[in-house]
C-alpha cells in the first residue's frame, strides 16, 4: 500500500527553524516530482515547494531564500528545511508524491506553528 508518513512538525518561536520530512513507501515504481503544501484555516491549500527526480526545484515566492527543499532518491524521501520562520508560516504541511504509473499521492499532514 502506497503511503507519506510526514515528520517533524511543531511549535516554534518567530525566526526559528524546523526540518520536514517525508518518506514515500509501498510501490517500486519510480517518484517523479515531490514537494511540499500547506494549508491555513480558512484557506486553499498552496504549494510551499517541489523537486523533481532530478533535482530541478520550485518555491512558493512567500518562502524563497527561507526554505529549502531537499531529497533522497534511494530512499524516497524528500526534506524542507525551514529556516527564519514567520507567524504566517502556520499550516498543516503536506507531502505530496508523484508515481509514475500510479499517480498522486498524499501524506496526512503536519502541523507547523510559529508563535512567540
Known amino acids: 500500500q502506497v503511503q507519506l508518513v510526514e515528520s517533524g512538525g511543531g511549535l516554534v518561536q518567530p525566526g526559528g527553524s524546523l526540518r520536514l520530512s517525508c518518506v514515500a513507501s509501498?510501490?517500486?515504481?519510480?517518484?517523479?516530482?515531490m514537494g511540499w503544501y500547506r494549508q491555513s484555516p480558512g484557506k486553499q491549500r498552496e504549494l510551499v515547494a517541489t523537486?523533481?527526480?532530478?533535482?530541478?526545484?520550485n518555491y512558493a515566492d512567500s518562502v524563497k531564500g527561507r526554505f529549502t527543499i531537499s531529497r533522497d532518491n534511494a530512499k524516497n524521501t524528500v526534506y524542507l528545511q525551514m529556516n527564519n520562520l514567520k507567524p504566517e508560516d502556520t499550516a498543516v504541511y503536506y507531502c505530496?508524491?508523484?508515481?509514475?504509473?500510479?499517480?498522486?499521492?498524499w501524506g496526512q499532514g503536519t502541523q507547523v506553528t510559529v508563535s512567540s
Open positions: 523537486i523533481k527526480r532530478s533535482g530541478t526545484t
Open positions: 509501498g510501490s517500486g515504481f519510480i517518484i517523479n516530482a
Open positions: 505530496y508524491a508523484n508515481w509514475a504509473v500510479l499517480g498522486d499521492y
